[in-house]
């Protein structure tokens, strides 16, 4: 069966300091990946897409920066935290389709504070 | 663009009450799909349903119902016989079959609180 990690749960960080989340995905090949973000009592936005290693679509212009250095291995980063990069950080993976249709499944989350 | 609205922040219901979450979206696709998903107090959130756009069927699922209206563009989600372990945040996305998007477009979510 199909599991997604993700990892830290949950981080603290000071403004101005590197991110680096992780997420992988076991038992698929060839995933669609996606980092969304959560902030506070907020819906869900979207911030990153890849269809394949190396290939990275990016949503929102802002500091943040995604890489997909293997094929089930996607990584979210910044160079430099901002107060307003704080929020709920979920992983996604999809079946590679064609057509958009295919469901989303969600790794646990990381819960991002800069302070 | 695909919008997806969802007009209630958060509902408040005691157990075994009905509850109504509403959704409506806006794409100007003829072939997309909807779905719902629930985010338990944990994080993770979990796919409840997905519904394509040529399907305009109800679809129920033992306490949980979907009535899909391509006429009014809402896809809502009723919850019968609430209980406490449905309190979450539910989550209604959309996604255009043939854009070069491949991602879903997420509503801003409803809170549900069941009282016991």
Redesign the interface.
Known sequence: SQTIHQWPATLVQPVGSPLSLECTVEGTSNP?L?W?RQAAG?????LF?S?GIGQI?S?VPQNLSASRPQDRQFILSSKKLLLSDSG?Y?C?WSVRAV???E???????T?LSVL | AQKVTQAQTEISVVEKEDVTLDCVYETRDTTYYLFWYKQPPSGELVFLIRRNSFDEQNEISGRYSWNFQKSTSSFNFTITASQVVDSAVYFCALSEAYTGRRALTFGSGTRLQVQP
């Open positions: 669609n996606y969304y907020r819906g869900l936005q979207l897409y269809v679509s949503e709920f979920l996604a057509r958009t249709n469901k989303l499944f969600f790794g646990s989350g819960q």
